[in-house]
């Protein structure tokens, strides 16, 4: 049971630069979302997509964009890295449809650092 | 709006003792509560939930969380700790919308 898979695991880039980080979950579940943990800050909202086909912005959007390729996939872009982007950023799904179903299960991180 | 607060950042405790990692949440709706366990280098997976019915709520693992709704609480027990039981420990909420809001964390260390 593979259930949320995000790649890659860890990343360095440099100041400027862009990249890409995917999520693909397993579940047939309807609303995706991407976190950013800090330390002592708990985990920050940055996007969402309700359903496939629609995105809505966070606590924290600035400086990020998403794409819900499919129902399956929810990518999250940095489109020119700031060291204050370095973070851990996590991936979730949930069936979505009401509050009873949003019970939320996470992937295993992907840990950026910005230089 | 909603928040969670977590009061304790670290909680050390020695194996076999009990522990209580408090959380309260402040909301002008109805709520939802659960509480998360994050491993060392790991994701976060679903420790317990209360979402309606009795408010003592239970996990598999001899955790336990009390919903107060008059004292907006939702804090989590176990009355004997393991090693195992070091982690990350956070709380959240779910209001009127479908997201989750997240308290800052209280990392519980078991000591030998």
């Known amino acids: 049971n593979a259930g949320v898979t995000q790649t890659p695991k860890f990343q360095v880039l440099k100041t400027g630069q862009s990249m890409t980080l995917q999520c693909a979950q397993d579940?047939?579940?309807?609303?995706m979302y991407w976190y950013r943990q800090d330390p002592g800050m708990g985990l920050r909202l940055i996007y969402y997509?309700?359903?496939?086909?629609?995105?809505d912005k966070g606590e924290v959007p600035n400086g990020y964009n998403v794409s819900r390729l499919n129902k399956r996939e929810f990518s999250l872009r940095l489109e020119s890295a700031a060291p204050s982007q370095t973070s851990v950023y996590f991936c979730?799904?949930?069936?979505?449809?009401?509050?009873?179903?949003?019970?939320?299960?996470f992937g295993a991180g992907t840990r950026l650092s910005v230089l | 709006a909603q928040s969670v607060t977590q009061l304790d950042s670290q909680v050390p405790v020695f194996e076999e003792a009990p522990v209580e990692l408090r959380c309260n949440y402040s909301?002008?709706?109805?709520?939802?509560l659960f509480w998360y366990v994050q491993y060392p280098n790991q994701g976060l997976q679903l420790l317990l939930k209360?979402?309606?019915?009795?408010?003592l709520v239970e996990s598999i693992n001899g955790f336990e969380a009390e919903f107060n709704k008059s004292q907006t609480s939702f804090h989590l027990r176990k009355p004997s700790v393991h090693i195992s039981d070091t982690a990350e420990y956070f709380c959240?909420?779910?209001?009127?919308?479908?997201?989750?809001?997240f308290g800052s964390g209280t990392q519980l260390t078991v000591l030998p």
């Open positions: 909301s002008s709706v109805s709520v939802y």
């Open positions: 579940m047939n579940h309807n609303s």
């Open positions: 959240a909420v779910s209001g009127s919308a479908r997201q989750l809001t």
């Open positions: 997509s309700a359903s496939e086909g629609t995105t």
């Open positions: 209360y979402l309606s019915g009795s408010t």
């Open positions: 979730a799904s949930s069936e979505g449809g009401g509050r009873k179903r949003n019970i939320q299960y």
